[in-house]
């Protein structure tokens, strides 16, 4: 149907001609190229718990790679504030949002995912960077018990969501934290508007995520024995679309008082932040994002000192600030309810000198 | 203290004459069920301490500790040894005189949580007719006296030369997050949970804070450490506890109240002390002048 669509039109009349010869080729370039991919150098990353990041090069050195990760999915009860409020969570690797894992453009992804037979759902992992068959969705659904590897090759450079998506229960796996993202760097690294490199001297990872916790006649939240138990009114309470909690790093306060961030006067920080549900718009309180990729793909121009930026649910953006004043800083969703009444607050502790040019108190208040 | 100083004068300058009159006069007539409403009490002895006083400090354009104060405490001080609770609370909105909090009273040992300034005020005024004392909300140089070895001194001990202002809010921070961190739960527990103070009064600088009546202060002082100007906001009242917060007196869960960097009270709560009578007063403060 879409061939002969093509030739009325008259545009894919060379298509027509090359096709068949593709098709006949395709099983000796099929072998060629995964003959090839075997020849390549292979690095293992072990991925390491959000905020943070595993170790990386920002321009990559050499070729092509095949990288391999592997990640356990964990179905876990969390706490997600101060109150005790409780969800059952699923998980890559055991924390919510899953790792920020990060290859070069052109490398290939090699996934091991791990399903333990203590879990008690099927799930799979859809990556919005990969292309064809659902993300991966469809050629990685895994029973307790069971696991399976995936390769797929990062084309695109950028930040990107993944997450699990099994037939019938997607919204409800992805809202009870099983997502993650994945950057795909440039193999020159970052670059601004004019082409000029850009590098970070830190990286975090921020993931936010929104809850949606049943509550009982008088107003509490519930607690359920076991997972089976919690699907009906978790359902019911996410048709709401009201959230519960938005929390930054699966719970209220992750990324605060003793878990702030930390940076320095003078540094590069690249903060990564994935919302794999729901819209969000990031805005550091005193400070900037002094080149923003708002949808997270980074053959687009950076913006440039934005104040608040929108990150559209089922997507990952990236935002590079240097830090020129020391002191506290808030990260947090510019929706200001869901950053100061549901949780979607972080903070940066910045140590260093005061610069008294971009701020001053001139006189004390009266 | 300044109020019971002025009081003190004021009852100085009246004549030993009028004192036999007054007294009789000034007796309130108590409700024949008083007794039943009298909460437990522990009454503190005057004495002298070294307080660093309430208030935000501006030195030369710059935050600054507040400067530590002896404060000589005139009389006794009668202070509830428990913390109102959600029990007490009830009767007084069974009584009509107290709004309903949020959360029900089912447990009537907790304290009472999720009330404000305006509450808090309310159940004092409640409690003194119900008892025919006067009860109110403490004076918070009062607390800190009672509180004794259970008040925490929130100076930061930083150079007042210090030219960047971050330092202070790091450090500022840095204490809150120990804090939280050292007292993860916030879940509040039956009254007496968290001991008693050398005086017997339990529960200071638990997860609950309390109410006082002193006004939030800034102090704007010169170079040299004096005081400039003061302001006194009142509408935002001193809440005592691990830290003092300036809470505007309609902010009933704390939360709410902080802003975006601060860590707020867990809870808002309160204990009040009793008004000594006229009477007791005369006779505290002769005692006092006599030194017997």
Request: with cysteine.
């Amino acid at each position: 149907m879409i061939l002969a669509g093509a030739t009325a039109s008259g545009a894919a009349a060379p298509v027509l001609v090359a096709a068949p010869a593709r098709a006949a080729n395709a099983p000796a370039a099929a072998a060629a190229a995964a003959a090839e991919i075997d020849r390549l150098p292979r690095v293992k990353v072990d991925l390491v718990d959000p905020p943070f990041v595993h170790a990386h090069e920002q321009v990559a050195t050499g070729g092509p790679k095949v990288v391999e990760f592997k990640m356990t999915i964990e179905e876990k009860k969390i706490v997600l504030d101060d109150q005790g409020t409780e969800v059952f969570a699923f998980t890559f690797n055991g924390t919510v949002p899953g790792p920020l894992m990060v290859v070069h453009e052109g490398d290939y992804v090699e996934l091991t995912l791990v399903n333990p037979e203590t879990n008690e759902l099927m799930h799979n992992i859809d990556f919005h960077s990969a292309t064809g068959a659902l993300g991966g969705g469809a050629l990685t659904e895994v029973n307790p018990g069971e696991q399976t590897v995936l390769r797929w090759k990062a084309t695109r450079p950028g930040v990107f969501v993944y997450h699990c998506a099994p037939p019938g229960m997607v919204p409800w796996h992805v809202v009870s934290g099983m997502n993650g993202a994945i950057m795909v760097l440039p193999r020159e690294g970052l670059r601004d508007e004019t082409g000029k490199a850009l590098k970070y001297d830190r990286v975090y990872y921020v993931g936010e995520q929104d809850f949606y916790v049943p509550r009982d006649a008088s107003g509490k939240y519930k607690r359920y024995a076991s997972i089976g138990e919690s699907h009906e009114d978790t359902i019911a309470a996410m048709r709401t679309l009201t959230p519960t909690h938005v929390v930054f790093n699966g719970k209220v306060g992750a990324l605060t008082g003793a878990n702030a961030l930390t940076s320095k006067v003078g540094e590069t920080v690249l903060i990564v932040h994935s919302q794999a549900n729901r819209d969000t718009r990031p805005h550091l309180i005193g400070g900037h994002g002094d080149y923003v990729w708002a949808t997270g793909k980074f053959r687009n121009r950076p913006e440039r000192d934005l104040e608040t930026w929108f990150i559209p649910g089922g997507c990952a953006g990236a935002a590079l600030y240097t830090f020129l004043q020391p002191g506290i800083y808030a990260y947090v969703n510019h929706n200001l309810i869901e950053a100061f009444e549901l949780g979607a607050a972080g903070h940066f502790k910045v140590d260093g000198d005061w610069n008294d040019d971009l701020m001053k108190r001139l006189t004390p208040r009266a | 203290m300044r109020r019971s100083a002025r009081l003190l004068t004021w009852v100085i300058v009246l004549s030993a004459g009028m004192l036999a009159g007054a007294t009789v006069l000034l007796v309130p007539r108590t409700p024949t069920d008083a007794a039943s409403y009298r909460p437990r009490t522990v009454t503190v002895p005057p004495g002298t301490f070294s307080h660093r006083v309430d208030g935000e400090f501006i030195r030369d354009g710059q935050q600054a500790d507040a400067p530590m104060v002896p404060i000589r405490i005139d009389a006794p001080v009668e202070v509830m040894a428990f913390q109102v609770t959600r029990a007490e609370y009830a009767r007084c909105v069974a009584d009509g005189a107290c709004q309903r909090p949020d959360r029900p009273e089912d447990r009537g040992e907790l304290p009472v949580t999720g009330v404000n300034y305006i509450d808090a005020s309310a159940y004092a005024q409640w409690l003194s007719q119900r008892t025919g004392q006067t009860w109110r909300l403490p004076d918070e140089h009062e607390w800190a006296y009672v509180a004794g070895s259970r008040f925490v001194d929130d100076a930061h001990g930083i150079d007042p030369d210090d030219r960047n202002p971050a330092r202070r809010w790091i450090a500022e921070y840095e204490r809150a997050a120990a804090r939280k961190s050292s007292n993860a739960d916030p879940r509040t527990r039956p009254v007496g949970s968290f001991g008693a103070n050398e005086h017997g009064i339990h529960d200071l600088a638990s997860n609950v804070w309390e109410w006082t009546r002193t006004c939030h202060r800034r102090v704007i002082l010169d170079a040299e450490g004096r005081s400039i100007r003061e302001t006194r906001t009142c509408g935002v009242y001193v809440a005592a506890g691990r830290h003092r917060a300036p809470m505007t007196l309609f902010v009933r869960d704390p939360k709410s109240g902080g802003c975006s960097v601060a860590t707020p009270p867990d809870h808002l709560g309160f204990r009040l002390v009793r008004q000594p009578e006229w009477r007791e007063q005369v006779v505290a403060s002769l005692r006092n002048r006599l030194r017997i």
